[in-house]
């Protein structure tokens, strides 16, 4: 079928197999291999996409869902994401030195946090984590550590021990504040 | 090593692939695609033991899609897998089921999907037998052989003193049995690897895994190809945790044979479901342990027995017997020490290397048995293992003296004097006298760097400066999430003296290092970053001797730093103070008058020597050491635990990258907390029953603890700045504090991991859980 929908900012039409699972539309067809695959179940949230700005297990929706849908990937985040003074400045303004390895590309503040703090180690969650974490701070811009717990609670990371990753969004989320009070 | 004044090592920085990792642009094995890909899945035996009796895939290949179905017979080298001897694993077997994950065919199809239906449609004739499943049956007179050999995989003893005469001496004994169940690694990237055939007679293959090297050399034998033709490229890999090595072999095996059959790169992708029961475990224990000591705590005697169920094939068997061996008496100094280790094969899923390789076992009983001690002496936990602490110049199991490098009793006093602080502990007054049960523990743990008694251990290490002064690192040992890339890009920025944006370090390639074993054992930063070191000083000599006769001064009156060469200040001049050469002029002027720009160079660490009979020697180069404190409360109600507090301190020597301590601290120790509180492989008739995310409980953010890392530096002189790796040990002290904070809480000593909830209320409400006893009764 003909699907169209809105992926990372930009109208997105495509003849697709309706019964493929979205993820393997995004990962096989579109190539936006920056959502992962860790269960295929719906147990682990390694392929967190946001469907009209809600985290979505991609592994269990079928890519006819997304027809007419907005749809961001963590290769969304980087573009043009919808941060107050958008994220060309992203660098630049407010972001801190942490040692990046050169300049680095427009950093969304979450992923500037989840760098800087130490958030990622093999970083197989991270996209998923960062996008589940962005549905919490579109929504709530100042979350109690207890609802960063409960909206990340799908998400599985084996690595980090989650703590950096609960400093991360607390970080990021006070930055986007800042950003908006400017 | 002089002490010299450090501008990158010792400074908490950022990954050097994070970048790529936050904006999901970094490329794992199962992100690649190669024009005309195909997709291969095994077929695997479904039961755990039997005879096969014929395979038959005409149904498999008269489906649409199906390129090829590969037995037995399609490999034209050894088929045979394994990472140690005795090599016992099967490629695709043919004769006989061992395991329920047993691979009998190989479905290679256009599509994942595709393949997994041909997998399904392949016929299988197995002649069931009755599955060995548990360790006292498997050594029983007359059980059934599930290898020639017999069912012992491997046993060894450790001898040290006379443990007789020891508990002879002794006033005071405690004697008891514990258990721990298998755990799964639970990497959220499931196995994946991808086989390129090339034009050239060559095979590449990328892959998610933790010795690319296992991979190359199996890929050889099993294809009866040079090992020169095959090239292995790790991909980013998303964790491994021990797990990524036996069955990154047998997959890319598998993946190379269907590749050369079909002429075509084929990916084999594990599901979750796999990657769980097809794929090695960590071993279950069975401990019987004894400790002995004179009334003022000084302890003389300590015996133990372990018997790990390895499941169906070696694979790392017998190094985590040897580990689990050397490791069971403990951080202490103790005269009389024996053990006895045994790997057991049943028909389960195998067991290997898991994070800690033998050590969380083994302290979870050893500490265990600390804290009964403590109990029947009237003693403070803490002040006990204080006591027998190891110190520097003092021999431990294996009768090793370390003149340095012996932080024990340093993270013994940090975490005492951390605990004192007022913390998150509840009021005194309302302490055990309503609903929550409140309760302190604590663990000493030792870990062994390096491989040690396993083996040689040399990394290979390749340092090149360009023209423009970046550098480029090579290193023969994976990252695998844990950060030793940029461990190593530090240390090489360090050397070099430029900023850490200069440098990259790229992934393992096996044509551009010298082989370098496994990346295991905590010995990356310690052997690896060696290397490192050791190349690029060689680099470094070129540019010095560069700059000194641009700057026309001696060698010794140069310094590299931040991408310049300067004077140092004791050799600056009246006359040109600010003499300052860009490093990049520096290289291109190295280039052009012919110096070496490049060290391809291995580091080999000081080899073991010790009695194979006894284990008495010396066999590491180093240890990790570490105190671990854990306060919890327990609802008496419900069982649910709450971790209040949870300190973790280790003496790692140096850390180069503080933040990734922390890092490898934090991770480290929930998978300890898993091990100790949530995490159980449910088997019946020999098949896993929760080999998925919804019923293995891998702990989730909800379970994350309040890990506070307290890092202890006393200089490792065999690593680089003083180092010595931390990635193991963070698991052993989390788990043993653990059962030590439960014990503690509820006056039950639990002698089984996980210490589960459920387990907690059978136990409180009836006080009398199968596998607790009353503390002191």
């Known amino acids: 079928m003909l699907l169209e929908f809105e992926l990372n900012g930009k109208q997105t039409r495509i003849e697709a197999d309706p019964t493929l699972r979205a993820l393997d539309l995004l990962r096989d067809v579109l190539g936006l291999t920056g959502t ?39 290769e969304g985040l980087t573009v043009a994401d919808d941060t107050a003074d958008g994220a060309e400045d992203g660098t630049e303004d407010g972001a801190e030195d942490c040692g990046s390895p050169w300049d680095p590309p427009p950093l969304h503040p979450l992923q500037e946090a989840f760098l800087c703090e130490g958030a990622v180690q093999c970083g197989f969650c991270t996209p998923g984590m960062i996008l589940s974490a962005k549905a919490l701070l579109d929504q709530n811009p100042d979350p109690e550590e207890r609802e960063i717990e409960e909206a990340l609670s799908g998400n599985l990371c084996r690595c980090t021990g989650y703590r950096k990753i609960v400093k991360a969004v607390q970080k990021a989320a006070a930055e986007l504040r800042s950003r908006g009070s400017r | 090593m002089k002490l010299e004044k450090l501008n990158v090592v010792g400074r908490a920085v950022a990954k050097v692939d994070g970048v790529e990792l936050v904006t999901g642009r970094a490329k794992f094995a199962g992100d690649l695609r190669f024009p005309g890909m195909l997709y291969a899945v095994a077929r695997r035996a479904g039961i755990p033991a039997g005879k096969i009796r014929s395979i038959d895939t005409s149904a498999a290949l008269a489906l649409p899609g199906i390129k090829a179905v590969l037995t037995a017979e399609d490999i034209p080298g050894a088929n045979i897998i394994g990472i140690l001897p005795p090599f016992d694993q099967p490629l695709l077997a043919a004769e006989e089921v061992r395991y329920e994950g047993e691979s009998l065919a190989l479905v290679v199809a256009e599509s994942r999907e595709a393949a997994k239906r041909g997998a399904a449609a392949v016929w299988i004739d197995i002649e069931p037998w009755e599955p060995v499943l548990e360790v006292d049956e498997a050594l029983a007179e007359g059980c059934r052989k599930i290898h020639p050999g017999g069912n012992v ?10 443990v007789e005469k020891g508990f002879a001496e002794a006033e005071v004994v405690v004697e008891n049995t514990y258990h721990t169940s298998f755990q799964e690694h639970a990497y959220l990237e499931p196995e994946t690897v991808a086989a390129v055939p090339g034009g050239d007679g060559r095979i590449t293959v990328y892959a998610s895994c933790q010795s690319p090297f296992h991979i190359r050399g199996h890929i050889a034998a099993n294809l009866d190809l040079p090992a020169s033709r095959v090239k292995v490229i790790q991909a980013y890999t998303g964790g491994s945790f021990g797990g990524k090595d036996d069955v990154a072999t047998e997959i890319g095996c598998l993946a190379a044979a269907a590749a050369l059959k079909v002429q075509a790169p084929v990916m084999i992708a594990h599901e979750r479901g796999e990657s769980i029961v097809g794929s090695n475990l960590r071993h279950a224990a069975r401990i019987h342990y ?28 017998p190094f985590v017997t040897m580990k689990a061996l050397i490791h069971a008496g403990g951080p202490y100094h103790v005269a009389n020490v024996q053990v006895e280790c045994t790997a057991v094969y049943t028909n389960k899923t195998y067991c290997g290397a898991f994070r800690g390789f033998g050590v969380p076992q083994v302290t979870f009983a050893s500490e265990s048995q600390i804290d009964e001690l403590a109990a029947e002496l009237g003693m403070d ?32 006093d940090r975490v005492a004097e951390r605990a004192a602080e007022p913390g998150a502990g509840a009021p005194e007054a309302e302490r055990n006298a309503g609903r929550w049960l409140y309760g302190r523990g604590c663990a000493c743990m030792l870990q062994g760097i390096s491989n040690g008694a396993e083996g040689i251990d040399v990394v290979g290490a390749s340092v090149q400066a360009s023209q423009d002064g970046s550098v480029l690192v090579g290193v023969g040992l994976t990252d695998m999430g844990q950060g030793s890339r940029t461990v190593f890009a530090q240390i090489a920025a360090e050397v070099l003296g430029v900023t850490m944006d200069r440098v990259t370090v790229h992934q393992v390639d096996t044509d551009s290092v010298h082989d370098s074993g496994p990346t295991v054992a905590s010995r990356s930063t310690t052997v690896g970053g060696m290397a490192v070191y050791k190349a690029a000083r060689e680099v470094r000599s070129s540019l010095v001797k560069m700059a000194s006769l641009m700057i026309k001064c001696e060698e010794q009156q140069v310094l590299l730093q931040d991408n310049f060469a300067v004077l140092a200040p004791d050799a600056r001049r009246a006359a040109d103070p600010e003499v300052r050469i860009p490093l990049r002029e520096v290289c291109t002027a190295a280039y052009w008058t012919g110096f070496p720009l490049m060290n391809l160079t291995f580091s080999r660490a000081p080899d073991a020597n010790f009695d194979h009979e006894t284990h008495q020697g010396n066999i590491y180069i180093a240890y990790n050491f570490g105190t671990h404190l854990m306060d919890v409360r327990i609802d008496r109600l419900t069982g649910v635990v709450e971790v209040l507090r949870h300190l973790a301190a280790h003496d790692l020597g140096k850390a180069i990258n503080p933040m990734g301590v922390e890092g490898q601290v934090e991770g480290g120790a929930l998978i300890g907390f898993g091990m100790a509180h ?81 387990d907690l209320l059978e136990a409180l409400q009836g006080r009398n859980g199968g596998a607790a006893a009353e503390v002191g009764s």
């Open chain 2, 290 to 317: 004894r400790t002995g000591s004179r009334r003022d705590g000084t302890i003389l005697a300590r015996e133990a027995t372990i018997h790990l169920d390895g499941g169906a094939y070696a694979s790392e068997s």
């Open chain 1, 36 to 74: 992962k695959e860790g269960c295929g179940h719906g147990e682990c949230g390694a392929c967190t996409i946001l469907v009209d700005g809600k985290p979505v297990n991609s592994c269990l929706l079928y890519a006819a869902k997304l027809q007419g849908r907005r749809v961001t990937t963590i």
């Open chain 2, 678 to 758: 949530l995490e159980r492989i449910e088997h019946r008739g020999g098949c896993i029953q929760n080999a998925n995310f919804a019923d293995y409980a891998v702990p989730s953010i909800k379970d994350r603890l309040p890990t506070e890392t307290i890092i202890v530096e006393d200089p490792n002189p065999t690593g680089p700045y003083g180092a010595k790796g931390v990635g193991e040990p963070p698991v052993a002290g989390t788990a043993a504090a653990f059962a030590n904070a439960v014990a503690a809480a509820t006056g039950i000593r639990f002698t089984s991991l996980p210490i589960r909830r459920e």
């Open chain 2, 153 to 162: 995989t491997f046993s060894k003893r450790l001898v040290k003193g006379d």
């Open chain 2, 381 to 412: 936990p803490l002040e006990l293992r204080r006591k027998n602490a190891l110190r520097a110049g003092q021999a431990n199991a294996t009768d090793q003296v370390f003149e340095q490098s012996v932080g024990l009793v340093q993270t013994i």
